[in-house]
Every structure is written in C-alpha cells, then in structure tokens.
C-alpha cells in the first residue's frame, strides 16, 4: 500500500467522471494508454499503474503476480468498480480477442438481431449501463456504445 499523503493533487483532482461509461479517465500521465502515478514506495520513487493504487485503496494489497483488469476495457481508468483481479491467463485471452478483433473478426458480426435489440432494450429501456451490457454480451464498451448510437447495426431498429 501506498501513502496518500506524498501526492501533492488530492486523488480526486487526477481523472474525470465519463457520465456516459461512469469510467474515471486519467487526467495524468499515461503509458501506452494506461493510467500511471509517480509514487514514493518505500521511500523510493517508482512509476506504478494508478489503477492498481486506486484498486489497493478499497480492496488492500494486490497479491504479488496478479494483473488488475477493466471490466469497462479502459487503461485509463481508475474506478475500482470496473476493475477486478485477474490472472495471466485472463490477459492472455484479452489479448488474442484483440488480435482477433484487429483481424476483422468482431464479435459483432455474431450477433442476431434480437441481440441487438436485446443490447438497445437494455440501454434505452431499462437503463442499463454500457459496461454491464459489454459484460453480458462478452463485447467492449466501444462496440456497445457503437450499437446504440446506430454506427453498428443500423439497419436494425
Ligand atoms: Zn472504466
């Protein structure tokens, strides 16, 4: 665990609130997309993802070899309740479904229209957020977001 009290910027000055995915986007410094906090740790000065800082803060220590990962697929958040523990075989998975993905083999194209208008029934309807409707439908907040704002699937309404 990390003290709060070396940061000069309160926590909650560093990201902001996506109403829309409820994402915290990381207003600081970013690696490759991901959220990253200088910290003194142990009275050294280390480079660490904020998201893991931000997880320890509600749920304790993350035990050693284990990989934080986002429910909503957003790097550059930092709300604990999209982030979870995972394991390296999780990443791996993450990693060839975007492989896949970059390869044109969305999952998207998988869907029936019912499924879509399953995701819009959700979303408009009951209200349900992105992220738990990506969860559900195994797909990312982007391509979710894409379905209800008619840029995937418009034909079906
Ligand atoms: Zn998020």
């Known amino acids: 665990?990390?003290?709060?009290?070396?940061?000069?910027?309160?926590?909650?000055?560093?990201?902001r609130i996506d109403p829309d995915t409820g994402c915290w986007n990381w207003l600081m410094s970013l690696s490759h997309g991901a959220a990253q906090l200088h910290a003194v740790v142990d009275g050294e000065r280390k480079t660490i993802r904020a998201y893991r800082f931000a997880w320890e803060q509600v749920n304790g220590p993350i035990p050693p070899?284990?990989?934080?990962?986002?429910?909503?697929?957003?790097?550059?958040?930092?709300?604990?309740?999209?982030?979870?523990l995972g394991t390296q075989?999780?990443?791996?998975?993450?990693?060839?479904?975007r492989k896949r993905a970059n390869r044109g083999y969305t999952s998207k194209s998988q869907l029936t229209s019912s499924q879509v208008r399953d995701i819009r029934f959700r979303l408009e309807v009951l209200g349900d957020t992105l992220i738990?409707?990506?969860?559900?439908?195994?797909?990312?907040?982007?391509?979710?977001?894409?379905?209800?704002?008619?840029?995937?699937?418009?034909r079906i309404d």
């Open 1 to 15: 665990m990390f003290l709060m009290q070396k940061y000069k910027l309160p926590w909650n000055e560093r990201y």
């Open 89 to 97: 075989l999780d990443n791996v998975r993450d990693m060839d479904k």
């Open 132 to 154: 738990s409707v990506a969860r559900d439908f195994e797909m990312s907040r982007m391509q979710i977001r894409r379905i209800r704002d008619r840029q995937a699937w418009a």
């Open 65 to 84: 070899g284990v990989q934080i990962r986002h429910d909503c697929d957003n790097a550059a958040c930092v709300n604990p309740d999209h982030l979870r």
